[in-house]
């Protein structure tokens, strides 16, 4: 049976949210952005894993994480719109969930348990 939990990221998860975001990267987007990137960002972990404490720092941004049996799969990320006049907005800033869960449709009950 798969232990399966959305929740609120937390400090702590900092450096798996970075490797989550890293992995599934290099999963997602081979053939379509340069090999030679892809495979740079495994040395660019401790510039993601700050990336990662900024953003949960930062009351105006918030991410849900995906665990399964312990581990974290997937994210989520909500915060301010880039757009300009659009105050009253939230924008989804990221979803990924890595390539072994796909199946789970954690992507999905991620982006609807946080509505």
Known sequence: MVDFEIRRAAHGDEPYLAKVHIQAWQETYPGLVPDSYLNSLSDELAERVEMWQNILANPKRWAWVVV????????????????????????????????SHHSGGYRSRASFHWF
């Open 68 to 99: 399964v049996n312990g581990s974290i799969v997937g994210f989520i990320l909500f915060g301010p719109p880039r757009d300009e006049n659009r105050d009253t907005y939230i924008e989804l800033g990221a979803i990924y969930v890595l390539k």
